[in-house]
Structures are given as C-alpha cells and as structure tokens.
C-alpha cells in the first residue's frame, strides 16, 4: 500500500514519470475511525488531486501504463509507471484516462456517501477531471474545485467551506462527461516520427540534455478550442449539449441568487458598444457575481470560420447585501468582433449582418439578448488595421501550414470525423528534412546580416515581431 505522503512529484523533462494515485484503500479503513468521524461531524469532506503540466502530459490511457506497454523506445513516456493501492483490484482498466476516477477513489466515495448525508468533493487540480459520478450520489451536496491554490489557497477554502466568504469563481474550461469524445483526445500526447532515428542519435550523442524523441502533434481543431466548439457543434445540432457537456464554460454557483438584466445597446460613432447590466442579490446571503457578455456572428456556410459563441466582455460586482443592486457598464469594440479569413482576404474581417449580443450566466445559458446590425463590410488589413494592433495582422508564413485537415463549420462539421482522427500511419513518416543537433550546420543557414525587425511598442517596450519573421 502506498500512502499519500509518498505521492510522486511529476515534473517537466523527468524521465520515468509516476503516476501513482496514493489513496488508502476503502476496506483499510477501521469501523472505528469511520465512526468516530460520524460522531463528529455529519457532513464528509472527500479530497480528490491530479498533478501534470508541460513536459508531463497526462496518460490518455492508463492501463497502457500500468502494464508497461506504454513505455515505447522513443516516446516521452519511457518508464512511465503507476503503483496500484490495492493487490484485491487494479486501479485501472485498459483505456480509462488519468482524468477518470480510479478504483480506489470510487470505492472511496461509495463508502462515504453510504456513512454520510452530507459530502462536499474538493478537486484539487488544474485539468477537467470527468464529474459525472457526483450525480450518482444524492449525498453529495457541493463541489469545489480549486486549480493551483498554492501555499495559501487552502486557507480561503476554510473560509467558503465554513460558510464566512460566498464563492464567486467561474469555470474557466468546459468540464464534459466523457474527455475521449472531445474533439482533441486523438491528437493529444507525444506522436514520434518513425523513420527518423538517424536524427535521433545524433542528436543524442550531441546534445546530453536531447530526449531522443522527434514528434509532432496535429493541432486539428481550428478555431473550434474550448466552448467554442461545443456551443458551434450544439448549434449545428452535430452534439447533445446536455449529454455531452456537465459544466459549461463560465459555470459556477454561490450561496446566493442574483438577478440580472440588460439594457439597449449604445453604439458610439467610433464603433463602441456599451450596454448596462443590474445585478440584484435576490437571496440572503452577501456576495459577489459575475457578468459574462456574449456575441454570436452571422455564419455563411462554407464561409469564414466563425464560433457560435464568443465571450467578448465580463466584469464582477461588488460584494451586494441581500436585495441590494448594482448596475456594471459593460464596453467592447465593434471590431472585437471581425473574425480572421485565413483563405480569403487574408486578415480580420467583419463582416455586414446581424450580430446577436446576449447576457449569459455561462458559455450555454442565455438570460436576455440584443441584436447589433453592421451595415457594411469592414476589412482589417494594412491599410486599416485594427487599434489594437501593434502591426497589421495579415497572413505570414503561409507555407508552413503544412497538408493537414482543419475541423470546419462547414456543412455543420462534416469533417468532424476525419478532421479530428488519430494521425495516420503515414503521418508518422516524415516526408521533409529534419535538423537536429548533430545534423544541423549552422554555416548553410546562417547569415550575419540578418535583422530580428523591432517594432516600438506601448510605454516605450521594445517588442520583437516574431509574425513577421
């Protein structure tokens, strides 16, 4: 049995990552301990971690780690491992991810919630764990998640546990049922290149720190990243939202209630929209809300790619008393709205048409809209820049797109299958020349007149314009 004080560290370019989950085991618990906590409290508090980051991508599948066969010569996954809990069952199953429940920790909550009323889940972890089982469980009353709390996080958790501080956060991803149907689960991990091992030890015996990997991942999704493709694919009615999606993006409830509403839009003659929102606490406790403003474009099929939905103004109220209200003044730009037109005009455009600008209490849930019409086209390139670019935003290094398939809106995601696939057999065969340390001559590339262009900047910084290099 491992304990929790001797959970592994999973750091950046650490060969042998362990991924062990420590978790005493549900029938390693005492008839007295569980009852002397029944005696003191009637409510559980059930604490669930997931560790992971750059150079440490989470295990998609996790069996494949528990029986070894992940450790394949050339990836970054050599000597992965994970050490079971328990010798009475295996913590995972082949194909369950890092981000699912183990067994351990189900077996966990089900013993709880048969002990306890009432129970509050804590997650403590930066990525979408799977949710779903806290709907098995009538006990379980609240969850709070808490991303990267630090080295004082957790004393702001007392506080909202207890009740002294209402929470206000909102959910800055979409927490869906089942991670291996999103959009990105075939294409996540460390893909490695297969005919390329003569870069591989070159680079090796010149370079010490060098992984022995040469990979790729294909970044299909497009503009589709996050809600954006859940609310485009719900309205193109490729997806059941409800089925799909447990907690939306901007998702996130508090001790009270609050009401919002929205006033008519105000349009300057430079383009700004303005609209009023009130939030009144409607309930009886103190707190604080968030306001999340919305626009959805006009959508030619075939056309520039467009989301849905696109969170394009938020703000957060003071702390209200029960019954008291406050009205926020919410301002974008109309040119916050233009959208890139990658094969077309090659910069942002915003196009003419009705733009449809909603409160939303999420990503998902509308509470009142108004409509903004464009008259005209305006096109966003050198000669008429956006204000807030530092340089024109046009197309660059279009050459360097390379032959893949992109998911598109079109004909309402009809390339979601292909587009969203597991890299080929033949993508794994590089088909260019790679350069690598120990291959690499810096003599036939280099060139002492060449400038890095340098573009003044706000507040006098001096930004180098890696766009148009």
């Given at each position: 049995?491992?304990?929790?004080?001797?959970?592994?560290?999973?750091?950046?370019?650490?060969?042998?990552?362990?991924?062990?989950?420590?978790?005493?085991?549900?029938?390693?618990?005492?008839?007295?301990?569980?009852?002397?906590?029944?005696?003191?409290?009637?409510?559980?508090?059930?604490?669930?971690?997931?560790?992971?980051?750059?150079?440490?991508?989470?295990?998609?599948?996790?069996?494949?780690?528990?029986?070894?066969?992940?450790?394949?010569?050339?990836?970054?996954?050599?000597?992965?491992?994970?050490?079971?809990?328990?010798?009475?069952?295996?913590?995972?199953?082949?194909?369950?991810?890092?981000?699912?429940?183990?067994?351990?920790?189900?077996?966990?909550?089900?013993?709880?919630?048969?002990?306890?009323?009432?129970?509050?889940?804590?997650?403590?972890?930066?990525?979408?764990?799977?949710?779903?089982?806290?709907?098995?469980?009538?006990?379980?009353?609240?969850?709070?998640?808490?991303?990267?709390?630090?080295?004082?996080?957790?004393?702001?958790?007392?506080?909202?546990?207890?009740?002294?501080?209402?929470?206000?956060?909102?959910?800055?991803?979409?927490?869906?049922?089942?991670?291996?149907?999103?959009?990105?689960?075939?294409?996540?991990?460390?893909?490695?290149?297969?005919?390329?091992?003569?870069?591989?030890?070159?680079?090796?015996?010149?370079?010490?720190?060098?992984?022995?990997?040469?990979?790729?991942?294909?970044?299909?999704?497009?503009?589709?990243?996050?809600?954006?493709?859940?609310?485009?694919?719900?309205?193109?009615?490729?997806?059941?939202?409800?089925?799909?999606?447990?907690y939306p993006f901007?998702?996130?409830?508090?001790?009270?209630?609050?009401?919002?509403?929205?006033?008519?839009?105000?349009?300057?003659?430079?383009?700004?929209?303005?609209?009023?929102?009130?939030?009144?606490?409607?309930?009886?406790?103190?707190?604080?809300?968030?306001?999340?403003?919305?626009?959805?474009?006009?959508?030619?099929?075939?056309?520039?790619?467009?989301?849905?939905?696109?969170?394009?103004?938020?703000?957060?109220?003071?702390?209200?008393?029960?019954?008291?209200?406050?009205?926020?003044?919410?301002?974008?730009?109309?040119?916050?709205?233009?959208?890139?037109?990658?094969?077309?005009?090659?910069?942002?455009?915003?196009?003419?048409?009705?733009?449809?600008?909603?409160?939303?209490t999420d990503s998902?849930?509308?509470?009142?809209?108004?409509?903004?019409?464009?008259?005209?086209?305006?096109?966003?390139?050198?000669?008429?820049?956006?204000?807030?670019?530092?340089?024109?935003?046009?197309?660059?290094?279009?050459?360097?797109?390379?032959?893949?398939?992109?998911?598109?809106?079109?004909?309402?995601?009809?390339?979601?299958?292909?587009?969203?696939?597991?890299?080929?057999?033949?993508?794994?065969?590089?088909?260019?020349?790679?350069?690598?340390?120990?291959?690499?001559?810096?003599?036939?590339?280099?060139?002492?007149?060449?400038?890095?262009?340098?573009?003044?900047?706000?507040?006098?910084?001096?930004?180098?314009?890696?766009?148009?290099c």
């Amino acid at each position: 049995m491992v304990l929790w004080s001797d959970r592994p560290v999973i750091g950046i370019n650490q060969e042998g990552q362990d991924w062990t989950l420590p978790e005493v085991p549900a029938e390693d618990y005492s008839e007295e301990v569980l009852a002397n906590a029944q005696e003191f409290s009637d409510t559980a508090l059930i604490v669930i971690g997931r560790s992971g980051g750059e150079g440490s991508d989470l295990p998609h599948d996790m069996g494949a780690v528990m029986d070894g066969s992940w450790n394949e010569p050339g990836t970054k996954y050599l000597n992965a491992k994970y050490e079971n809990n328990s010798d009475l069952y295996e913590d995972f199953e082949d194909g369950q991810t890092y981000l699912e429940l183990s067994q351990t920790e189900r077996n966990l909550v089900d013993m709880v919630c048969s002990r306890f009323d009432n129970v509050v889940v804590v997650y403590n972890g930066a990525n979408t764990l799977e949710m779903g089982w806290v709907e098995e469980h009538e006990q379980i009353k609240a969850l709070v998640t808490i991303p990267g709390a630090g080295a004082t996080g957790f004393n702001a958790l007392g506080s909202i546990l207890a009740g002294d501080v209402n929470p206000s956060g909102k959910t800055v991803d979409t927490w869906v049922y089942d991670l291996t149907a999103a959009p990105y689960f075939n294409n996540i991990g460390h893909m490695a290149y297969n005919n390329v091992e003569d870069v591989v030890e070159a680079a090796k015996a010149s370079w010490d720190k060098a992984d022995g990997v040469a990979g790729f991942v294909n970044y299909v999704k497009n503009i589709y990243v996050g809600y954006r493709f859940y609310e485009t694919a719900a309205e193109e009615n490729v997806i059941n939202y409800d089925e799909m999606v447990q907690y939306p993006f901007g998702y996130g409830l508090s001790y009270t209630s609050f009401q919002q509403q929205m006033s008519d839009l105000t349009v300057t003659e430079d383009g700004s929209v303005s609209v009023d929102v009130t939030v009144t606490n409607t309930g009886n406790t103190a707190g604080k809300d968030v306001v999340e403003l919305y626009y959805t474009p006009p959508y030619t099929n075939g056309g520039i790619e467009k989301s849905a939905v696109n969170l394009v103004a938020m703000d957060k109220t003071d702390m209200l008393e029960p019954g008291e209200s406050q009205t926020l003044t919410l301002t974008f730009a109309e040119e916050d709205m233009a959208s890139y037109d990658t094969y077309g005009k090659g910069c942002y455009v915003l196009e003419s048409g009705n733009y449809e600008i909603s409160l939303r209490t999420d990503s998902h849930t509308i509470v009142d809209s108004r409509n903004l019409t464009v008259e005209n086209e305006i096109v966003y390139n050198s000669e008429n820049q956006r204000s807030d670019d530092i340089v024109p935003a046009v197309n660059q290094l279009q050459s360097a797109e390379g032959t893949g398939e992109y998911l598109s809106r079109a004909n309402g995601f009809a390339n979601l299958a292909s587009a969203t696939a597991a890299p080929s057999d033949e993508e794994h065969e590089i088909q260019v020349e790679l350069l690598a340390n120990g291959t690499y001559d810096p003599t036939d590339y280099n060139n002492d007149d060449d400038e890095m262009p340098v573009t003044e900047a706000k507040n006098d910084i001096e930004l180098y314009d890696l766009r148009g290099c």
